[in-house]
Nanobody, 125 residues
Framework: QIQLVESGGGMVQAGGSLNLSCEAS????????MAWFRQPPGKGRELVAA????????YYLESVKGRFYLSRNNNKNAVYLHMLTLTPEDTAVYYC??????????????????WGQGTQVTVSS
């Protein structure tokens, strides 16, 4: 069974940084498009960043551009979300997600098949 395990969440003051990791198992990671979603308190889930299976293309939500950086290591079956200059508006549960990539060279902003359990990120003002 495919498993995605997130780590690295926590509490930080505004202006601080956090690094999230997601490790995948039982998956053909080289053919998996990956993404991070988040769900702020009382709001719906939104796509934060997505990366193609080959790591060559990355999508970012407009509000995180220049502050968040998504990368992947296909040798370690892992993706990483580096979050800088955090604001209280970044407070949310962050979820790692995966889907089979028909094309390895594109990212996907649509439906994902597998999800992690989520990790809480809290940014205080």
């Amino acid at each position: 069974q495919i498993q995605l395990v997130e780590s690295g969440g926590g509490m930080v003051q505004a202006g601080g940084s956090l690094n999230l990791s997601c490790e995948a198992s039982e998956i053909n990671f080289n053919r998996a498009a990956m993404a991070w979603f988040r769900q702020p308190p009382g709001k719906g889930r939104e796509l934060v960043a997505a990366i193609s299976a080959d790591g060559g293309r990355v999508y970012y939500l407009e509000s995180v551009k220049g502050r968040f950086y998504l990368s992947r290591n296909n040798n370690k079956n892992a993706v990483y979300l580096h979050m800088l200059t955090l604001t209280p508006e970044d407070t949310a549960v962050y979820y790692c997600a995966s889907r089979n990539a028909v094309l390895r060279s594109i990212y996907y902003t649509g439906q994902y098949e597998w999800w992690g359990q989520g990790t809480q990120v809290t940014v205080s003002s």
